[in-house]
């Protein structure tokens, strides 16, 4: 019994002792309380639903941001879509490394958090193209990490017996 828990724990490739021994150790994940995994899922959802949020808020106020600004269509629609979308395409790659290779996770992920938080707020104070395009530009430089950063922090927290997954 000692040597199926083993088995499962090791993930083998076979079964003999000499398998095992080239394995090395085991690692384990340290015990969360569920009340800490509980209020970091909701501040990761929390992050994610937000940074989501943002790049459509611009889409929800378009006549007023239109009017206001005295913004072409041409204009209006590089904000709307290009000024985030291919900053926030170009560093997704990065912010991935940085997920699976790093420690740094949560220090990247708080301050990108309050980077695109700021931009919001410049977004709110700009009165012509120029720095609301600058802001959206920030804005996407803040957003890009969110999405990689909070997967890799949820598979460490959370256990394997967590996650779905398929089995044979």
């Known amino acids: 019994m000692e040597k199926d828990i083993r088995e499962k724990q090791i993930g083998m490739r076979g079964n003999s002792e000499e398998d095992q021994s080239n394995t090395g150790k085991l690692t384990t994940r340290p015990q969360l309380p569920i009340w ?52 926030y395409a170009l560093l997704a790659l990065p912010t991935a490394y940085i997920a699976d290779y790093t420690s740094a996770r949560v220090w990247v992920l708080s301050i990108s958090a309050l980077w695109w938080s700021l931009c919001a707020i410049f977004q709110g104070l700009s009165h012509n193209f120029w720095q609301i395009l600058l802001a959206r530009i920030g804005m996407g430089i803040g957003q890009a990490p969110v999405e990689a950063l909070s997967v890799s922090l949820i598979s460490d927290m959370m256990g394997k017996e967590y996650v779905f997954f398929g089995e044979r």
């Open 36 to 87: 800490r995994i509980a209020i970091s899922l909701f501040l990761l959802f929390l992050t994610y639903f937000l940074a989501q949020y943002d790049k459509f808020i611009l889409s929800y106020f378009q006549a007023e941001v239109i009017t206001s600004l005295q913004l072409s269509q041409a204009s209006y629609g590089i904000l709307s879509g290009y000024a985030t979308g291919i900053v």
